[in-house]
């Protein structure tokens, strides 16, 4: 046996419905997403509408070149003149195809914000180009006044390019359901009545039916095995960093690895009953809810729509009353279309295309910029522990040998035999081998004795690497209060063996990273709460929790576990990161505020987190936090600036100063706002961390 610890049982979970997941970068929910049974048509459609909005930039880029020379204010900013005959029909009929054309993203956006009574950035830039075309049109064949036509093409093509750098900035969608779906096995060994061996799909296997799994191949579906004994690898789906001994009578979970020996296990749950399809309910479910966030810029956008209209109504009402009715009408339009910055825009994406240029420097890919922003509000980090704050790899910490043998004679007999195996233990002590450059003795009459340990023919004498449970079985001695110690503190102890009488231990144990010790002491500095979530055994948690410092730990969790342990975390308003590598971390990654994945992590992992650390270092951690306040800091800058112009344009807009003969006119508008686009790219720029 490699392993004597208690069999978690796996509890059931809800249905599973495959719908669609929601974006949680842009408004896109007036996209029906619920037809898309993979994330594979959804990464698509991220890339489409990033390929849309493209096109509809230069296209609408195109069509402001003449329109600007054409409108009457672009003529009178840079002292010109153009007249001919139908040219004020010209300008209309471009700035209509401008308007629908390249204003359809914001307008279909604003529709959907409006269903959903959430105000935000596509209805304020609708609501400005929209009153900007309305007025304009009406200037142009009913009343007199100045057009907006230069204000309409302007103020489309800076928004499209804002949207379109934030989309290229930030990655698509989510396809942690793909990847999900692609780890099952699409074939299994079935047995019929007969006992005979048929080749059929998984999708023709119902409960009760009886399979066989070979050797190293993956368990099609979740069963009971009825016949065999192994070794089963379900680190990619429990988390815990030992294949787990499995007899007749224990459960397996579809999508783990059977390993050395052949198991022969009755189906018991088929589709969207397995563990694996659970998982991918609970990160489904979770990201759904995560996709609600709004981040700063449509807040702000928010509050600046309800500023506009309350005092463009207001500017109407005055001004009706005291007033000509066209002035009046004339002075509203000029304040919703001020209230909508170009600067607005461009604020957040310049933002976060510097922050994404930054953050790819440092090792970090950033998915989801609105968990980004919030990244620097983390109260709590949750850690995973195999794969990311230890190696995910057994190595060798101990090495005893008894009477004269040596410690080197001792490596080098495990050395010898285990490299005849690929099992992780086998793994550790090859590698430690390898290191320090050992013989490699000649191994003949090799065995595998399944659950046990293994054993082969070294210089004429029988070498065997055996677990404890094999000493107590076969009555052979060995100090019992030293090798307690040693599992105590989560270590896998194997016994070398020759001719049967004990030449020594080896101890082995998940390698802590040494990057992880920085990373746990300079966030419990900085007064972030430390917590390593784990589905491996407490004893083993303990000991890597009571060496790194961790404020918290709490081991044996299942999945299903860690999603709900992450929703408590963030209760009483904590935000809360959780960082992993596995396919048991999802759920979890997509629940927690701010997921993370380490980049050697599976792809399940990494397509559901909204940052990766591509160069698998948690220290990258304390990167994140800075460079999330620096880009807070900055944003907030920006909107500063393009809201200030707002602050002092829109009261001048409305009239408020016509006594003093001061009166902002659309003209003096698109100069001002001009500047305040050029100073907002250029403090965008300026983004540095240490």
């Known amino acids: 046996m490699r392993k004597d610890q208690d069999q978690a049982n796996h509890p059931n979970h809800s249905e599973v419905d495959h719908e669609g997941m929601d974006h949680s970068k842009m408004d896109h929910s007036e996209m029906d997403h619920t037809s898309m049974n993979h994330a594979g048509g959804h990464a698509g459609h991220h890339a489409m509408m990033i390929k849309d909005f493209k096109k509809r930039f230069w296209v609408s880029l195109i069509l402001a070149v003449p329109i600007s020379i054409l409108s009457p204010m672009f003529q009178m900013l840079f002292g010109y003149e153009i007249s001919f005959l139908g040219d004020d029909l010209l300008l209309f009929i471009l700035s209509t195809i401008l308007f629908f054309y390249g ?124 016949e065999g004994t192994s070794d089963i690898d379900e680190s990619m789906l429990t988390g815990e960093s030992v294949p787990v001994e499995k007899v007749p009578g224990m459960n397996v979970i579809g999508a783990s690895v059977n390993g050395e020996g052949v198991l022969k296990i009755e189906v018991n749950k088929i589709g969207k009953d397995t563990y694996l399809s659970q998982v991918v309910q609970l990160v489904q479910d979770a990201e759904k809810t995560k996709s609600k966030a709004q981040g700063f810029a449509d807040i702000a956008a928010k509050w600046l729509f309800y500023v506009a209209v309350v005092i463009g109504l207001l500017t109407l009402i005055y001004w009706s009353v005291t007033g000509d009715f066209d002035f009046a009408l004339e002075r509203m339009v000029t304040v919703l279309i001020i209230a909508c910055p170009h600067a607005l825009g461009l604020a957040g994406p310049l933002v976060t295309s510097r922050s994404s240029s930054i953050a790819a420097s440092k090792g970090l890919l950033i998915r989801n910029r609105i968990a980004f922003e919030g990244a620097h509000k983390i109260d709590k980090i949750v850690f995973d522990k195999t794969g990311t704050l230890t190696e995910g790899n057994f190595g060798v910490t101990d090495i005893q040998p008894v009477d004269a043998v040596s410690e080197t004679e001792l490596l080098t007999l495990a050395y010898s035999v285990e490299t005849q195996s690929d099992h992780p233990i086998a793994k550790g002590i090859v590698k430690e081998g390898k290191e320090r450059k050992l013989e490699i003795y000649d191994v003949k009459d090799y065995r595998n004795l399944t659950g046990k340990g293994l054993t082969a023919t070294v210089k004429d004498a029988e070498v065997s690497v055996v677990s404890p449970g094999t000493m107590k079985n076969n009555h052979i001695s060995f100090d019992e209060k030293n090798y307690e110690a040693l599992a105590q503190q989560g270590k896998t102890v194997v016994f070398i063996l020759r001719n049967n009488k004990l030449q020594g231990i080896i101890a082995l144990a998940d390698i802590i990273r040494e990057s992880s010790y920085k990373v746990i002491k300079e966030l419990n500095d900085l007064g972030i709460e430390t917590i390593m979530m784990t589905g491996d055994n407490k004893r083993v948690a303990n000991y890597v929790g009571d060496k790194l410092g961790l404020s918290q730990v709490i081991a044996e969790v299942l999945p299903h576990e860690k999603s709900k342990y992450v929703s408590k975390l963030k209760k009483d308003g904590k935000k809360v990161a959780m960082i992993g590598d596995g396919i048991n971390d999802a759920p979890a990654l997509a629940e927690s505020d701010v997921g993370i994945a380490i980049g050697a992590g599976t792809d399940v992992a990494i397509e559901t987190a909204d940052i990766i650390l591509v160069n698998s270092n948690p220290v990258d951690v304390l990167t994140i936090i800075k460079l999330s306040k620096a880009s807070y800091k900055k944003t907030i800058e920006n909107f500063v600036w393009a809201a200030g112009y707002n602050v002092i344009a829109i009261p001048l807009a409305a009239g408020i100063l016509i006594n003093q003969n001061i009166l902002i006119t659309p003209a003096i508008g698109a100069v001002v706002m001009s500047l305040s686009t050029i100073i907002v790219a250029i403090n965008a720029q300026m983004l540095k961390i240490n």
């Open 103 to 226: 204003g359809k993203p914001f307008l279909v956006g604003a529709w959907s914000e409006l269903k959903s009574r959430t105000p935000a950035m596509m209805m304020l830039i609708s609501l400005a180009i929209i009153t900007s075309y309305v007025y304009s049109t009406l200037t142009t064949f009913f009343i007199s006044g100045s057009d907006f036509f230069f204000e309409l093409a302007t103020l489309i093509v800076i928004m499209l390019l804002g949207h379109w750098i934030e989309m290229r900035s930030v990655m698509g969608a989510s396809k942690a359901l793909e990847a999900l779906i692609k780890l099952m096995p699409k074939e299994a060994h079935k047995i019929d009545k007969s006992g005979n061996i048929i080749e059929v799909t998984v999708e023709d296997l119902k409960p009760g039916d009886k399979i066989l799994v070979k050797s190293g191949e993956k368990i099609p579906l979740d069963g009971s095995i009825y």
